[in-house]
């Protein structure tokens, strides 16, 4: 049986989760987007909505990161944010990529990267219309992944 080349990173992500402790995604999306829909909606954009596609993306280099315990944009294997979400099944026209390393809840993560102008920049941009979400616990502190998105 061939599986989708989509299907396989998805499983693959999922597996990666499954390995390291800690690793939780399951309730931070929900959080974290209403968090950045509340302060979108303050600046005058529109929500944005979780797709499963960007949340995969999000998640594997939250994955990444706390494996490697390195806060980077570009994933241990070289790849970049839109790299990732290509991979993980979304065609993005239009990305941002917000990340941290704290071990803050949904408000305070999204607070502190509010108070970063490159990230408030991120999420006060107003074409993005998807969002995904990432959390890996490790090494005392979560490594967070927020990525916001218009398709192509």
Same mark, same amino acid.
């Given at each position: 049986?061939?599986?989708? +080349?989509?299907?396989?990173? +998805?499983?693959?992500?999922?597996?990666?989760?499954?390995? =390291?402790?800690?690793? #939780?995604?399951?309730?931070? /999306?929900?959080?974290?987007?209403?968090e950045v829909n509340q302060r979108r909606a303050e600046a005058g954009c529109g929500p944005v909505r979780p797709l499963a /596609? =960007?949340?995969?993306?999000?998640? @594997?280099?939250?994955?990444?990161? @706390? *494996?490697?315990?390195?806060?980077?944009?570009?994933?241990?294997?070289?790849?970049?944010?839109?790299? *990732?979400? *290509? /991979? @993980?099944? %979304?065609?993005?026209?239009? +990305?941002?990529?917000?990340?941290? /390393?704290? #071990?803050?809840?949904?408000?305070?993560?999204?607070?502190?990267?509010?108070? #970063?102008?490159?990230?408030?920049?991120?999420? =006060?941009?107003?074409? %993005?219309?998807?969002?995904?979400?990432? *959390?890996?616990?490790?090494?005392?502190? #979560?490594?967070?992944?927020?990525? =916001?998105?218009?398709?192509?």
């Open positions: 049986m061939t599986v989708p +080349f989509r299907s396989a990173v +998805f499983v693959v992500g999922v597996a990666l989760a499954a390995l =390291l402790p800690g690793v #939780s995604a399951v309730g931070v /999306s929900a959080d974290v987007v209403a /596609s =960007l949340t995969r993306a999000a998640q @594997a280099h939250s994955v990444d990161m @706390a *494996r490697h315990q390195r806060l980077d944009h570009t994933g241990s294997d070289g790849s970049r944010p839109q790299d *990732r979400m *290509r /991979s @993980a099944g %979304y065609r993005p026209a239009h +990305f941002g990529e917000a990340i941290a /390393s704290t #071990s803050a809840d949904a408000g305070t993560v999204t607070k502190l990267w509010m108070d #970063s102008p490159q990230h408030r920049e991120i999420i =006060l941009t107003c074409r %993005y219309r998807d969002a995904g979400v990432g *959390r890996a616990d490790g090494a005392g502190d #979560s490594w967070w992944t927020l990525d =916001l998105a218009t398709r192509r």
